[in-house]
Each structure stands twice: as structure tokens, then as C-alpha cells.
């Protein structure tokens, strides 16, 4: 295993267009999180998914953004009707079943509207 | 509220200098979890250390070592004889009571040659 796994790395888009971005954690880690990350700034989390269920969603994360974890696996994140204030760095990472120890983060998807 | 609070936006020493990272963290929950995480250009978070609220013993990893000190909620992280591969924006980051991270804005370190 080599760890939480991010595609793309980098992805330029429209204004107006919608992209989708997909995270793969860690096998045995059933958790698994979202952040988003603007110049200059911490990573602010987004949504958390246990398992295949989204356990909860911040209010970062408006309409037009949606994440799922079908099976329990893979996530994706899509954004549609993208907006320039979407540029940032979204981070996925992926955690067992405590906490308590970190996550474990994956090199991040960046995403630039024009 | 929770909240993390790194002062320091930009740090530049020459290389072999000894450098200081602040940390100050506001909860008030008596369990919580710090870190620090280094993120270098190519995007990533690299952990690098936790510490759990009963634990203040100071912690020595090679060139890098950390002081928590709970009475004045602070998590300093110092770098010893500075390498220029040290140069990344270091965060800190606290969980209390949640599973979420809070991040400070991070403390870009800059070593020169």
C-alpha cells in the first residue's frame, strides 16, 4: 500500500465547467476526509465520509459541490458550475477507526478556474 | 472555541542556524491531540509528530524536537543546525473532542545556503 492516493494532481478549468476529483485511502482505513486548502491558509475540513457513509458535511461545502465513497472505497468530489473562489488545494485523507493518531494525506488535487 | 494560532507567516535562516516554530492553542476540552505537519512544494502533508494532552514530556526526533508546555498552551517545534531541505510551510494542528482537524495558518520556513 502506498498510502492515500489523489487524481489529478493538477486540474485547469473553465469557469462554469464542473470537475470531479477521486481519492483513494488507504485500504484497511475505513475514514475518510476532505479538506480544501487556499494560498496562505490551513486546510479547512469539508466533509467526512465512515465507511460509505457521509457523516458529515461542513458549510464550506456548498450545493454545488458533492462527494461520495460508494462501497466503502474510492471518493470522489465534484464541483459543479465551478467559480474562481473553487481554486485551492483539496486534500483528501484517510484515517482507522481512532483519530487519534493523524491521517494519513494524499499530495492533494489543485485546482485553478479561469 | 477551538482555535490555532501561528504568528509566524515567514521564518528565513542561513543553513546550520537553529530555528524556532510557534505554536498556541485555544480549547477547552482536557483530551485533545496536537501535530505538526510539514508541506513541502510538491503539495503533500508530511506527519511529523503527536502529542496527547497528559503527555508535556519534551519529544527529540534527530534534528527536530518539540516542547508542549500546557500552562502557557503552547507546542513549539524547533529545528536544530537547519538544512535547506527543511524548507516548507510547517503547520500545527490540534483534534480536540471531534475527529476534525483544526490547522493553524502555517509558518513558512525558508532555509538559504
Known amino acids: 500500500d502506498t498510502g492515500v492516493s489523489q487524481n489529478p494532481r493538477h486540474k485547469i478549468t473553465k469557469r462554469g465547467q464542473n470537475v470531479t476529483f477521486r481519492c483513494d485511502p488507504i485500504?484497511?482505513?475505513?475514514?475518510l476526509y476532505w479538506y480544501r486548502q487556499t494560498l496562505g491558509q490551513g486546510p479547512e475540513f469539508l466533509t467526512y465520509?465512515?465507511?460509505?457513509?457521509?457523516?458529515?458535511k461542513s458549510r464550506l461545502l456548498s450545493d454545488r459541490f458533492s462527494a461520495e465513497r460508494p462501497k466503502g472505497s474510492f471518493s470522489t468530489l465534484e464541483i459543479q458550475r465551478t467559480e474562481q473562489g473553487d481554486s485551492a488545494m483539496y486534500l483528501c485523507?484517510?484515517?482507522?477507526?481512532?483519530?487519534?493518531?493523524?491521517?494519513?494525506f494524499g499530495s492533494g488535487t489543485r485546482l485553478t478556474v479561469v | 472555541a477551538q482555535k490555532v494560532t501561528q504568528a509566524q507567516t515567514e521564518i528565513s535562516v542561513v543553513e546550520k542556524e537553529d530555528v524556532t516554530l510557534d505554536c498556541v492553542y485555544e480549547?477547552?476540552?482536557?483530551?485533545?491531540?496536537l501535530f505538526w505537519y510539514k508541506q513541502p512544494p510538491s503539495g503533500e502533508l508530511v506527519f511529523l509528530i503527536r502529542?496527547?494532552?497528559?503527555?508535556?514530556q519534551n519529544e527529540i526526533s534527530g534534528r527536530y524536537s518539540w516542547n508542549f508546555q500546557k500552562s502557557t498552551s503552547s507546542f513549539n517545534f524547533t529545528i536544530t543546525a537547519s538544512q535547506v531541505v527543511d524548507s516548507a510551510v510547517y503547520f500545527c494542528?490540534?483534534?480536540?473532542?471531534?475527529?476534525?482537524?483544526?490547522f493553524g495558518t502555517g509558518t513558512r520556513l525558508k532555509v538559504l545556503a
Open positions: 480549547t477547552r476540552d482536557t483530551t485533545y491531540y
Open positions: 502529542r496527547n494532552s497528559f503527555d508535556e
Open positions: 494542528a490540534l483534534i480536540s473532542g471531534t475527529y476534525k482537524y483544526i
Open positions: 485500504s484497511e482505513h475505513n475514514r
Open positions: 465520509f465512515q465507511n460509505e457513509a457521509q457523516l458529515e
Open positions: 485523507a484517510s484515517s482507522p477507526k481512532t483519530t487519534n493518531y493523524g491521517y494519513t
